[in-house]
């Protein structure tokens, strides 16, 4: 049977299109540690029929009629979220992530509050409050950095730094940092200075949900995730808090920053959601942590330097510049050409410019749902090791590109059937 045959007849260049990435992602050695696969059930639900129905306003107060299907939808979507979090309140209409932030800081903060986040360029994300983004330029942003020995959270400085600038809101919750987060020192932190905890968990939900990781709740007031991320759902995110910022969120998704919910998105969350509470899903958020160690392990072996010396999740960030002589971005070429697709990301105190930084940055949530194991990071460690060093000479990094693929075969990706392509 034809594949996408309604694509063909319609749109043949963009089901082309769609094929190729299948095959780029079936293919490559996919380490960038905030993508992942998504399931055939979570695909199902994105691509379904709810994308045609509009929404505006919550379930049983909507402002258009038909909402029958879609009001249970969403019901169980936040019913599945507020029990995987364990907190009382949940609203999952946010688009993505920085909405999500957005949202939040809207409901509990004025314009010009303080807030603390960790800088950008030790890990933290641009809505975190950084300068150039909308939460640096509404809210006083103070950030806070890791500590220069260790490149660890330093909570005696945060803790310093806050009864100084005394913030209305503590963000923790980060995109680089390769460690375990003290959610219990937050808490602690902020209940000194009277401040709000407001968790972004993002890249560490999925392992929070397998139960690798600790979870901020429900010590923290607010909370967000995206969740496409180690969560392996659809292109979306969420936001929980506590009973009190309920209403105050709710309003400040709609009518405050969006229209109509992407019912299609809801659907695949709930489906998400659901498969995160099962065995299976427990034993890959541990595989994930299991694969990371000891991919460190082995980068470490090479002579790469590992910001703060290895990992406790998903996501190892290495030093290219000082450890091989080659920015972070020269790296993440030539890992591309070796059918490696990472990342260049600065590293705390980086002497280089972001756009030319020292480290890389690299996950194993997308390797890990493929059913790779310690064997394969072995490999992987070494391919990565030799196209780092042989950065110029295009024929090693093919070599090594054929020989990822060659691996890749074996490995199935969720949601995507080879079959199709014959
Ligand atoms: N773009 C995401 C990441 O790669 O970490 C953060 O939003």
């Known amino acids: ?182 959610w219990t020192k937050f808490r602690e932190i902020c209940d000194e200075v009277g401040a709000y905890f407001h968790a972004d968990t993002s890249h560490i939900t999925g392992l929070i949900a397998g139960g690798v990781h600790p979870s901020p709740y429900p010590m923290a007031d607010t909370g967000i995730t995206t969740s496409h991320k180690t969560l392996r759902g659809p292109r979306g995110a969420l936001i929980v808090c506590k009973e009190e910022h309920a209403e105050k969120i709710d309003k400040a998704i709609m009518p405050g920053l969006q229209g109509g919910p992407h019912n299609n998105t809801t659907a695949a969350i709930a489906v998400a959601l659901k ?27 090479h002579g790469f330097r590992l910001v703060t010396g290895g990992t406790d999740n998903h996501l190892i960030l290495f030093e290219t510049q000082a450890s091989k002589g080659i920015s972070g971005r020269d790296a993440a070429k030539a890992l591309d050409t070796a059918g490696i697709v990472t990342n260049c990301n600065t590293v705390p105190f980086d002497p280089n410019p972001p756009f030319k930084p020292s480290g890389v940055r690299i996950g194993t949530p997308a390797i890990t749902s ?39 075969q074996s490995f199935p990706c969720p949601g995507i059937t080879p079959e199709n392509w014959q």
């Open 1 to 182: 049977m034809t594949y996408l045959p309604a694509l063909k007849d319609t749109d043949p260049t963009i089901r082309d299109l769609i094929i190729t990435e299948e095959k780029r992602e079936w293919d490559k050695m996919r380490l960038i540690p905030s993508e992942n696969y998504a399931s055939h059930a979570v695909m199902e639900a994105t691509g379904s029929c709810l994308t045609n129905k509009y929404s505006e306003g919550y379930a049983k107060k909507r402002y258009y009629e038909g909402q029958q299907v879609v009001d249970e939808v969403e019901l169980l979507a936040i019913e599945r979220a507020k029990e995987v979090f364990n907190m009382p309140h949940a609203n999952v209409q946010p688009y993505s992530g920085s909405p999500a932030n957005m949202a939040v800081y809207h409901a509990v903060l004025e314009h010009g509050d303080t807030i603390m986040g960790l800088a950008l360029p030790h890990g933290g994300h641009l809505t975190h409050g950084w300068k150039v983004n909308f939460s640096g330029k509404t809210y006083h942003s103070s950030p806070y950095e890791l500590d220069q020995e260790t490149e660890l959270l330093n909570y005696d400085k945060i803790l310093e730094q806050a009864r100084e600038v005394k913030p209305k809101m503590i963000i923790a919750g980060y995109t680089a940092y390769p460690r375990t987060i003290d």
């Open 370 to 408: 493929r059913g790779m194991k310690e064997d394969e990071m072995a490999k992987l460690g070494d391919w990565m090791s030799e196209a780092i060093d042989n950065a110029s000479d295009e024929a090693v990094l093919k070599r090594i590109a054929g020989e990822v693929e060659e691996l890749c």
């Open 275 to 301: 498969e995160s509470q099962t065995p299976e899903f427990k034993a890959y958020a541990a595989q994930i942590v299991a694969n990371a160690k000891a991919l460190a392990e082995k980068l470490n072996s």
